[in-house]
Structure formats: structure tokens, C-alpha cells
């Protein structure tokens, strides 16, 4: 006959540490489980690891849940505020199907409403002056200046390059084969900035990925995307964007997106005189009607361009 066993008050309200690694390992695709972890870190950073997890309901639990997130994520972009409550909400009906939590602590926080953007925005490349000032910051960390300035000397998506690992790069030829959009293998090349970067960053490493996170993986995660020596894991893209519009924030147009040193990238290329061919090979993209969006002069730069065939400033 089976024995039942009845589980004490510690299993009913596991730890919060606890009840977000086993909503984590029950999800199949390790970029959502990335993507989740952003927010539930923050969530188990702010409330404290072994906090029982019924901490989150009552009404303190609420207002103090409440109140940090919006101090946390507040002055985010409406699509970041979006995603990380989606975390916390995937999270916490997990939590309420295996009766560790009956109420939704929540319930206080309101998703934000995007504006749709209607018109192509024509300005979104960001000055070489500023975007020089940027990678130049003397505080700036190794990971970030490595990292922004491989994305806008490669004009690479910030995925493909996160997705790089310490094999993948031919540091001798400064290049490094990437998976594009769709899954094509090509190539990115860099200048020599990045290339007295990355053998700093990499400190020896011959595997694992390129970027890491700065502390141990704290959930389980794929070996790929684990480095075996440290056991830190590969940096997300959600992390990765969300250091750069911090970064980013104060600055003119900012916060700034990873994106947009991309656009940058192409745009001033386009501007130094790249042909098609060249534009194509450089972004990945297999289409000009791709490319044309990206490679748009600035108006500084075609102002230049309309003042060089100018006859009178010739004369002058």
C-alpha cells in the first residue's frame, strides 16, 4: 500500500530562489529562459534569495513589488517595461498552478501601451562624433566597449555577434563567421580597435562564448552557452540592450538601441563612398531593397556632398 508523505509549510512556500530556478528549468527554449531570468533575478536580488516565496502576496507584498518595479524598469521603453512584467507574470501563474501563490501580487502594475510608429524614421544613425565618444568613455567596461564597438566596426546584428564563441574568431585575419537572419553562414570583419579589444577580453580563452555574463550561471543552461572554465554563461540580448540604453540615456536621441549602431555603421559607410556590392557584403543582407533602408546618408553628409558641387563654393 503507498505511504503518503505530507509536505511541511517549507514545500508549500518554497524559497523564492528556489521557485524561480523550477519555473526556469520547465521551460524547453534557453533564450526564453534567458530572457525570463533578466527579470526574476532582479526580482530574487531585491527580495533576497531564501525569502518564502508568499512574501509577494499581501498587501505589502504588493506595494513593495509594485514600487520596485516601476523604480526598476520605470523609465525603460515601453517594450522592455512589457517583457520584463511578462516574466514576472509567466512566473507567478506557474507559481499559482502549483499552489505556492493564490493571489496575483501584480495586480498593480499595468502593461504600457506602445505608440505605433507610422512614418520610417529617416534619422536613426547616430553621429560618428558621438558614437566616438561613446566607445572612447574612459569608465567604460572591457565587456561593453568589446562588444559596441565589434557591433558597429562589423555593422553584424547584435544577436549574431552575442551568439559568437571563442572558436569562431580568427583573430589573426580579424574576422569571424557568423550565422545571419535566416540561417546563412558569412563572414564579419572589424578594424583594428576591436582588434586589440577582443584578445583582452578573451584573456586566453579558447572556447566558450566571446561575451559573458559577470557572475556564474545560476540556473541550468546549454554547455554551448556556458564558458566550462568560469561557468559564466553566454550574455543575453535582453542584457545587452538594457546596459546599452542605460548606457545611452543621457546622450542626445538617447537611450540608444544596439540596433542603431548597426544602422550607424551601414549609414557611414554609405557616406564614405561603398558601392552596392560592398553594402551587401558588409550588412548580410541579400536584397537592395533590404540594404536601402539602412545605407540613407545623413543630412550633414549630403549636405557636404550638395556643398562640394556647389560652383560658387568652389570659386570662394
Not at 227 to 242: K, T
Request: net charge positive; aromatic share 6%; hydrophobic share 40%.
Amino acid at each position: 500500500m503507498a505511504r503518503i508523505h505530507h509536505l511541511g509549510r517549507s514545500s508549500d512556500h518554497p524559497a523564492l530562489a528556489d521557485a524561480i530556478a523550477s519555473f526556469l528549468g520547465g521551460i524547453a527554449t534557453a533564450n526564453t529562459a534567458r530572457a525570463y531570468a533578466t527579470a526574476l533575478r532582479a526580482l530574487a536580488a531585491e527580495f533576497g534569495d531564501r525569502t518564502p516565496l508568499e512574501v509577494l502576496e499581501g498587501e505589502a507584498g504588493v506595494d513593495r513589488l509594485a514600487a520596485w518595479f516601476t523604480h526598476r524598469w520605470g523609465g525603460a521603453a515601453p517594450a522592455t517595461f512589457n517583457a520584463r512584467l511578462d516574466a514576472l507574470g509567466s512566473a507567478c501563474a506557474w507559481w499559482r498552478r502549483q499552489g505556492w501563490l493564490t493571489s496575483d501580487p501584480l495586480r498593480r502594475i499595468q502593461r504600457r501601451a506602445r505608440t505605433p510608429d507610422r512614418t520610417p524614421d529617416r534619422t536613426r544613425a547616430l553621429p560618428r562624433a558621438d558614437i566616438g565618444a561613446l566607445l572612447n568613455r574612459p569608465a567604460l567596461a572591457l565587456r561593453e566597449r568589446t562588444l559596441w564597438r565589434l557591433l558597429y566596426e562589423s555593422a553584424a546584428r547584435a544577436e549574431e555577434v552575442l551568439a559568437l564563441d571563442a572558436g569562431d574568431l580568427d583573430l589573426r585575419n580579424r574576422r569571424a563567421k557568423v550565422r545571419r537572419k535566416g540561417g546563412a553562414v558569412d563572414v564579419i570583419v572589424w578594424r583594428t580597435p576591436t582588434a586589440r579589444l577582443l584578445p583582452r577580453l578573451l584573456d586566453g580563452r579558447r572556447t566558450g562564448p566571446v561575451f559573458l555574463t559577470d557572475r556564474r550561471a545560476r540556473v541550468a543552461l546549454p554547455p554551448a552557452d556556458l564558458d566550462p572554465a568560469s561557468g559564466r554563461a553566454r550574455l543575453s540580448y535582453r542584457r545587452a540592450a538594457e546596459l546599452f540604453e542605460h548606457a545611452t540615456a543621457a546622450l542626445p536621441g538617447g537611450p540608444w538601441t544596439l540596433h542603431q549602431l548597426r544602422h550607424s555603421a551601414l549609414t557611414h559607410a554609405a557616406e564614405d563612398g561603398a558601392n552596392t556590392s560592398t553594402l551587401l557584403a558588409y550588412s548580410g543582407h541579400t536584397s537592395v531593397a533590404s540594404l536601402a533602408r539602412y545605407a540613407r546618408v545623413s543630412p550633414e553628409a549630403l549636405a557636404r556632398w550638395q556643398e562640394s558641387r556647389d560652383p560658387a563654393a568652389r570659386r570662394r
